[in-house]
């Protein structure tokens, strides 16, 4: 392996750029471990990182961000299809005056069957084949 020493090109992770890119040694701390680099692309002066580890700290904070927002997205109609599946109610037609509940199936004239998603006052937030419609009911 050859010697690290100041001015010899070496391997870093830049958190400027954020890739590991090649780094000029500024600076030593002993005969092997290197204080600070300057980035070869952007000449930024920084500490050094190794890349394997700086690869690693990537990794962590992608796989944290994947749990956040699940990988699969969901259409509108598989959503549709999950819960027309998974209800056990009957459909009953959709009225403005009629009263709805969180889980009723409705049958709308324009839309096709849908089932209630949500309830606020006399709002229904209704999952349709190919949209989630906001409604009226209970009205009086
Ligand atoms: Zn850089």
Not at 56 to 82: F, G, Y
Request: aromatic share 4%; proline share 3%.
């Amino acid at each position: 392996m050859s010697q690290l020493t100041v001015s010899k090109d070496v391997l870093s992770y830049c958190t400027k750029c954020k890739l590991n890119l090649g780094h000029t040694i500024v600076a030593m701390k002993d005969s092997v471990h290197i204080a600070k680099v300057k980035c070869n692309t952007c000449n930024t002066i920084q500490s050094f990182i190794d890349p394997s580890q700086a690869k690693q700290k990537a990794n962590k904070t992608r796989t944290r961000k994947t749990s956040l927002t699940p990988s699969k997205v969901i259409s509108v109609a598989d959503l549709w299809m999950e819960k027309m599946s998974s209800a056990k109610k009957k459909s009953t037609p959709y009225a403005m005056d009629g009263k709805f509940r969180e889980g009723d199936i409705i049958d709308h004239v324009k839309f096709g069957p849908g089932i209630v998603e949500k309830v606020v006052d006399d709002k229904i937030e209704v999952i349709f084949r190919h949209e989630i419609k906001t409604l009226v009911h209970n009205k009086q």
